[in-house]
């Protein structure tokens, strides 16, 4: 029998997907049960080692797996555009052996994203040309060399295992093309991998779902990409897997909702909208200046967070299962670079909203009382334009920031609202044929005559949370603002050593030093990738923060009651405003994915997290430290 045909429900598994789903990872054939593993109170991370590509802010470290008998890490180094395979063997000195290129396959392809299990590495390879037909390809782990490959959706952009090894799945997300001419349907891929040699795609397309583009806008499903069908817009970014099997969920970032996919028909059976975070609630609040020099975690009435999460994980709790989301939130911008796109000053602002769509805007630049052309042939998407010549704040919503008839107070300084980054698509008042209603200048509604749109609410990307879910995408807890409090408060310390501290360098962007609040208008902290494991009783979240680096760590064992246990830093250099110029010194910068390894499968039988850091380039490795009552 070939070694990547040893594959089953009780197979030793060594994946991130298994982390994620609560499959069983320890074979048990009735006559010798295994032991029952010790439930620790709680764990803390160290750091043991690092890989360094030498490569800044190139994405050349972003999604690792792990293969337990060769103990050989697999990393995504999108800036070769390859898979790196690395020596674990030491865990304190992660070593490159090879590379795996996929130009064979489809000149100019990248790969995307990577699985392992048992003795099969999967990955994901995008075409050339990121709108063409991408691939799934299979590889041995232990010889490296390649088993097969078959045709997927457009833009493969994750890739899982399920449980029982029959199937392999990619998220293809489909994006368009910079001037959006062309825009692929996103899908999902569904590969038979009982004979690897001879792998079978089935594609669950979102087809169905087209000519329902008001019933799933009015439940809360964001379709706003320009001409796009329903198939078109949604976008497939993360898979998580029940731990039967049987059932998948998949992120659509953009569109703020999951689908749910019944894994044996390859058939998208629901789309489950995600609703909106109340920025407004306490609990809620956030920093949204990086103009105020300072630390200013508030409630913002009328303002809404979209989820938007990126990685997505299922795990079991109680007989249910339940899905954790990292809401990292994402704005379409597409032909940003492209003068054509935005006009210039003189010509009317008569940019050519055929070259692209950006739907981000400031709250400063929306509502300003000159109206939208002062920032003509600068950031005006002409989209935007086409609906009205300003924005307007309702005054009875935004009156405590001093929003008046026709006159945004002071929600619009930097101080306030006006540097937070928003949508501009959503928020604003319309007629029941979707049609803006439009307001002068002064405020008043006067569709003959009027000019200006009128919002009702502020749709700023992201949670700057973690979520988690019942199944049926219902929300079971949200960590509010407890990140960002939590980077604002003594207790939270920074670097290998944990003696910097965090409030010196809140909401620090991920690519240059001395940048302390330079996020908060943006998305904060950005949950991005997470990875879970199951620790006797226990199941633990280790969370990835984008911007401000770092792990959070939580006890998810009560899905309504998570507990943080842990924070482990490892940029070391925060200081220097040019980080590539001390990047040997900079430590780890903009964690992208996560791996954990249990003790049974790791080098030296001690627990073991693994993160691919896509700024600094490095994949770390971190003990992860077991404490029992």
């Known amino acids: 029998m070939k070694p990547w045909l040893a594959l089953g429900a009780g197979?030793?598994?060594?994946?991130?997907?298994?982390?994620?789903?609560?499959?069983?990872?320890?074979?048990?054939?009735?006559?010798?049960?295994?032991?029952?593993?010790?439930?620790?109170?709680?764990?803390?991370?160290?750091?043991?080692?690092?890989?360094?590509?030498?490569?800044?802010?190139?994405?050349?470290?972003?999604?690792?797996?792990?293969?337990?008998?060769?103990?050989?890490?697999?990393?995504?180094?999108?800036?070769?555009?390859?898979?790196?395979?690395?020596?674990?063997?030491?865990?304190?000195?992660?070593?490159?052996?090879?590379?795996?290129?996929?130009?064979?396959?489809?000149?100019?392809s990248e790969v995307n994203s990577v699985a392992v299990q048992g003795d099969l590495v999967a990955i994901a390879v995008q075409a050339g040309t990121k709108t063409d037909t991408g691939f799934l390809a299979l590889y041995d782990a232990n010889t490296l060399e390649r088993i097969s490959f078959v045709p997927v959706g457009a833009l493969p952009d994750m890739v899982a295992f399920t449980p029982d090894g029959h199937y392999v799945l990619t998220a293809n997300e489909g994006e368009p093309n910079d001037d959006y001419s062309v825009d692929p349907e996103g899908s999902i891929s569904v590969i038979d991998i009982s004979t690897p040699e001879k792998p079978v795609e089935n594609r669950a397309t979102f087809t169905a779902f087209d000519g329902q583009e008001a019933d799933l806008k009015a439940a809360g499903v964001r379709i706003y990409g320009p001409g796009a069908s329903v198939a078109e817009d949604l976008e497939p970014e993360y898979i998580a897997v029940s731990a039967d099997s049987a059932t998948a969920w998949v992120t659509l970032q953009e569109n703020n909702a999951l689908a749910k996919l019944d894994i044996a028909s390859a058939t998208v059976t629901d789309i489950?909208?995600?609703?909106?975070?109340?920025?407004?609630?306490?609990?809620?609040?956030?920093?949204?200046?990086?103009?105020?020099?300072?630390?200013?975690?508030?409630?913002?009435?009328?303002?809404?967070?979209?989820?938007?999460?990126?990685?997505?994980?299922?795990?079991?709790?109680?007989?249910?299962?339940?899905?954790?989301?990292?809401?990292?939130?994402?704005?379409?911008?597409?032909?940003?670079?492209?003068?054509?796109?935005?006009?210039?000053?003189?010509?009317?602002?008569?940019?050519?909203?055929?070259?692209?769509?950006?739907?981000?805007?400031?709250?400063?630049?929306?509502?300003?009382?000159?109206?939208?052309?002062?920032?003509?042939?600068?950031?005006?998407?002409?989209?935007?334009?086409?609906?009205?010549?300003?924005?307007?704040?309702?005054?009875d919503t935004f009156a405590?920031?001093?929003?008046?008839?026709?006159?945004?107070?002071?929600?619009?300084?930097?101080?306030?609202?006006?540097?937070?980054?928003?949508?501009?698509?959503?928020?604003?008042?319309?007629?029941?044929n979707g049609d803006p209603m439009l307001f002068t200048a002064a405020g008043v509604q006067d569709d003959a005559n009027g000019d200006r749109l009128m919002y009702d609410q502020l749709y700023a990307y992201g949670g700057r949370s973690f979520s988690i879910w019942s199944e049926d995408g219902e929300l079971v807890f949200d960590s509010g603002d407890a990140i960002e409090r939590f980077l604002a408060s003594d207790e939270c310390k920074l670097g290998t050593q944990r003696t910097l501290d965090c409030k010196d360098y809140f909401n620090s962007g991920h690519d240059e030093g001395d940048?302390?609040?330079?996020?908060?208008?943006?998305?904060?902290?950005?949950?991005?990738?997470?990875?879970?494991?199951?620790?006797?009783?226990?199941?633990?979240?280790?969370?990835?923060?984008?911007?401000?680096?770092?792990?959070?760590?939580?006890?998810?064992?009560?899905?309504?009651?998570?507990?943080?246990?842990?924070?482990?830093?490892?940029?070391?250099?925060?200081?220097?405003?040019?980080?590539?110029?001390?990047?040997?010194?900079?430590?780890?910068?903009?964690?992208?994915?996560?791996?954990?390894?249990?003790?049974?499968?790791?080098?030296?039988?001690?627990?073991?997290?693994?993160?691919?850091?896509?700024?600094?380039?490095t994949t770390a490795v971190y003990q992860v430290n077991l404490q029992y009552p």
């Open 272 to 395: 489950l909208p995600l609703g909106e975070k109340d920025l407004g609630q306490e609990g809620n609040g956030i920093d949204a200046s990086d103009e105020d020099d300072a630390i200013n975690i508030r409630a913002y009435p009328g303002v809404v967070g979209l989820y938007q999460p990126d990685a997505i994980y299922a795990y079991q709790a109680g007989g249910r299962t339940y899905l954790v989301t990292a809401n990292e939130g994402d704005a379409r911008a597409w032909g940003e670079d492209n003068d054509a796109y935005w006009g210039t000053e003189g010509d009317g602002c008569a940019g050519d909203a055929s070259q692209g769509f950006v739907e981000e805007f400031r709250v400063k630049h929306l509502v300003h009382a000159s109206g939208f052309d002062r920032r003509c042939g600068d950031d005006l998407p002409p989209q935007l334009r086409a609906l009205g010549a300003g924005g307007l704040l309702n005054p």
């Open 400 to 432: 405590y920031c001093g929003a008046s008839a026709g006159d945004p107070g002071e929600c619009r300084d930097d101080e306030v609202l006006g540097r937070l980054n928003i949508t501009w698509t959503e928020g604003y008042r319309k007629h029941e």
């Open 515 to 617: 940048a302390f609040d330079s996020r908060s208008d943006a998305k904060g902290p950005e949950p991005e990738g997470l990875t879970l494991a199951h620790l006797g009783d226990k199941t633990f979240l280790f969370l990835g923060l984008e911007r401000m680096g770092g792990v959070l760590v939580y006890d998810i064992t009560d899905p309504a009651a998570p507990v943080r246990v842990d924070y482990l830093n490892t940029r070391d250099d925060w200081a220097t405003e040019d980080t590539e110029s001390v990047l040997a010194a900079a430590g780890d910068l903009g964690p992208e994915g996560l791996v954990f390894i249990p003790a049974k499968d790791a080098p030296g039988d001690t627990p073991l997290l693994v993160v691919g850091y896509e700024v600094s380039g």
């Open 11 to 108: 197979t030793v598994l060594a994946t991130t997907l298994l982390a994620g789903c609560g499959g069983d990872s320890d074979h048990d054939d009735g006559a010798n049960p295994p032991a029952a593993e010790p439930t620790p109170s709680s764990l803390k991370l160290s750091f043991l080692g690092r890989h360094g590509s030498g490569q800044f802010d190139q994405s050349a470290a972003e999604i690792p797996a792990y293969h337990a008998a060769s103990q050989r890490l697999f990393v995504v180094n999108a800036n070769k555009g390859a898979l790196d395979i690395m020596s674990l063997a030491d865990p304190a000195n992660p070593t490159l052996e090879d590379t795996l290129l996929t130009g064979d396959i489809s000149a100019g």
